[in-house]
Structures are given as structure tokens and as C-alpha cells.
């Protein structure tokens, strides 16, 4: 059913009627990834943050007496999506998610150092969880690794072209 979908052809108009809009994750301490995610992996601040509660917020997200920290981070070099990263007076306590779970997997990011973004990650408190490997040709080499940052949410860095120093 995908593969026929796919191959219709949508016409310029109805393809840009929906768009991706954000990505967001939910904290347990919203300051302190924000911060590992403006400091590490160079997002900036969109807007202040803000505290979102009342009746709408609880009518939205079905949560009574819902309050949120609400951080919105612009991901590097896009405007849009942004990051929206939640801290809920509320939390209920997660596993650390797998790579093979069902739902949000990861978030990707392009980088030009990949031997250095991985030990920028690891020592702002996040976590490698494989080796490195190359997902490219022989030709056009395309390194792929996948992290935990210090909440546990999974990473994916992307180099393309070799690499010396990185552990494999």
C-alpha cells in the first residue's frame, strides 16, 4: 500500500499542506538538556522560556492540572522544525528507551568532527551505545554512531568521509 502511495504523483499544491512543525521531548530536567543541547549540539534559543498551565494546556494534553516548562530550541543551521523540550510538574518514570523500540527513535545530526562530537557528548554526560560503522560506499564513506544523551534519549551523529581516531 506505501510503495502505490509513493508513486502517485501529488500535485506542488497538496504536497506543502502539512509540514513537520517540531520535535519534542519530554525532561526531567528541561534547563539542563536544553543546556546540553545549546552547548553540545548547537541548537539556540528560539523564545524565552515559558510556563504553560490552565484550562487549555489541560484540555490539549488531557492532563488535569497540567504545568510544563516549555523550552523551544532552533536545531543548527534550519529555522524549522524546531526542538520543543517539556518538563511536566508531573513525570512518570521511564526505561531508557532501545534503538528497536516502537515509536520516536532518534534525533540525526550532521556533523563535520565525528571523534569530537562523540567525546563532547560523552563528557557533557551522555553515553555511546555502539561503534562506528559506515553506512556508505568505498568511495563516498558515510560514518554513523549512535549516543544517549544525559537523559537517555537516543542520538544518531552522521560524518561523511573517513575519520582517523574513532574507535570502531
Not at 494534553?61 to 504545568?67: C, K, M, P, Q, R
Request: proline residues 7%; contains cysteine; charged residues 20%.
Amino acid at each position: 500500500m506505501l510503495s502505490a502511495r509513493m508513486n502517485n504523483h501529488i500535485p506542488d499544491h497538496e504536497a506543502h499542506s502539512m509540514k513537520l512543525a517540531h520535535i519534542n521531548l519530554v525532561a526531567r530536567d528541561a534547563q539542563a538538556l536544553a543546556a546540553f543541547y545549546i552547548d553540545v549540539m548547537k541548537c539556540e534559543l528560539l523564545r524565552s522560556p515559558r510556563t504553560l498551565s490552565g484550562e487549555k494546556v489541560s484540555r490539549g494534553n488531557g492532563l488535569a492540572d497540567s504545568e510544563i516548562l516549555s523550552i523551544w530550541l532552533k536545531f543548527p543551521g534550519i529555522e524549522h522544525p524546531f526542538l520543543e523540550i517539556h518538563q511536566h510538574k508531573v513525570i512518570h518514570p521511564r526505561e531508557r528507551p532501545r534503538v528497536n523500540e516502537p515509536g520516536f527513535g532518534h534525533l540525526s545530526f550532521e556533523v563535520h568532527d565525528l571523534a569530537q562530537a562523540i567525546s563532547d557528548i560523552i563528557q557533557a554526560g551522555g553515553s555511546q551505545i555502539a561503534g562506528t560503522t559506515d553506512f556508505g560506499t568505498p568511495g563516498k564513506p558515510r560514518l554513523i554512531v549512535y549516543l544517549r544523551d544525559p537523559e537517555g534519549n537516543v542520538l544518531e551523529l552522521e560524518q561523511s568521509g573517513s575519520a582517523q581516531g574513532l574507535p570502531q
